[in-house]
Structure formats: structure tokens, C-alpha cells
């Protein structure tokens, strides 16, 4: 028996968020501040190329180790089913609109600092739910996942806390468009 490295995005990315992580904490404190933290309304400078590195960058940058696993308890289950149906540049190209949507939308919508793959997870949760539905059909798991997932965001979103239930949201409807729009290889 070997070990395979069986869902190369998902891995590829984990282990770079842990090594972001890692050299954060260690021999480049305030790595993820500079480099992986996506600047909240009027914050954005344009001329500044850091800030339009974090609108894809801010998906690899999380507070702690906490905050990654939560994250990743979910890519790592989700994220190779995901692989394996969609293929590998299709799921990276998913993972990275969906930082630019979520990235984009705290540039213009909201003053606080975004970081973290929470946006990714959602578009994962919703997207699992398409891999084996067939066009003309709305998969029974789609609507409960999203009434489930995005409808505990929405009503978290009126409390007071330091999480972005709006990248929930966002990556949440990324997720959907990609299921609807995208189907898996066979």
C-alpha cells in the first residue's frame, strides 16, 4: 500500500494555507495581515499591487489554527469528492472566483478586513450538492443545504461577531451558479 496524493488541488492548497500559517507565526510575523487580508471599503488603493494580490491571496490567510481547521475539516472532506467529479483546474478555477467575488464584495461593501477559505468552504457545501443531478432537475439536497447553511448565515448576520456571514453567502452563491451552470466530467 501507498499513499496517493488523490485530490491535488485540495491538498495543494491546504498545505499552503498551513505554511502561510506557520511562517506568520514564526519567521514572518504579520505575513497574513500584509499579504493575505483583503483591505474593507475605502481601504483599497488601487495603486497599491499588495491589495489586489489579497483579492485572490485572502482565501490562504487565516488568524490561527483554530480558524484553518474549522475551515479545512470541510475542504478536506468535501474538496477531493468535489475534484474527482469537476477535475482539478475546474475546482481551482471555482476556488478562485470565488475569493475574487468574495474579495471584491468586502473592497465595495464592507469596512472590515476579510481573510480566510469560509467562502470556499460554502461554495463547496453547495456544490456537493449538484454532483449527481441531471439538467431541467433542482437536486431535494440543493434547497435543503441552502435553506440549512445559508439560511443559519443569514439570520447570523444580524449579530455582533468578527465572522463574514456575507463571504458565506457569496461563496455559498458561487457555488450555486458553478453546480447549475457546470457539469461534472463523467
Known amino acids: 500500500m501507498r ?3 488523490n485530490a491535488p488541488t485540495v491538498l495543494t492548497y491546504a498545505l499552503l494555507c498551513a505554511a502561510v500559517l506557520i511562517l506568520s507565526q514564526t519567521i514572518f510575523q504579520g505575513l497574513v495581515e500584509k499579504w493575505f487580508m483583503v483591505p474593507g471599503k475605502g481601504h483599497f488603493s488601487s495603486g497599491n499591487f499588495r491589495h489586489w494580490f489579497s483579492l485572490l491571496s485572502h482565501i490562504a490567510g487565516h488568524a490561527d489554527w483554530n480558524h484553518l481547521l474549522s475551515n479545512f475539516a470541510f475542504i478536506l472532506l468535501i474538496g477531493p469528492i468535489l475534484e474527482e467529479s469537476y477535475g482539478s483546474y475546474s475546482l481551482l478555477f471555482m476556488i478562485l472566483i470565488t475569493a ?5 464584495l468586502n473592497v465595495f461593501f464592507f469596512r472590515t478586513a476579510l481573510m480566510g477559505a469560509s467562502g ?8 456537493a450538492s449538484f454532483t449527481n443531478f441531471n ?6 439536497t440543493f434547497i435543503l443545504v441552502l435553506l440549512l447553511y445559508l439560511g443559519k448565515e443569514l439570520v447570523n448576520a444580524f449579530g455582533s461577531n468578527n465572522i463574514s456571514e456575507f463571504a458565506h453567502i457569496a461563496g455559498g452563491f458561487c457555488g450555486s451558479l458553478f453546480g447549475f451552470f457546470r457539469l461534472p466530467k463523467r
Do not use: A, D, N, S
Not at 475574487?100 to 471584491?104: A, D, E, H, K, P
Not at 439538467?135 to 431535494?140: S, V, W
Open 100 to 104: 475574487l467575488v468574495t474579495g471584491l
Open 120 to 127: 470556499v468552504v460554502f461554495m463547496m457545501i453547495l456544490l
Open 135 to 140: 439538467r431541467g432537475e433542482i437536486p431535494l
Open 3 to 5: 499513499i496517493k496524493y
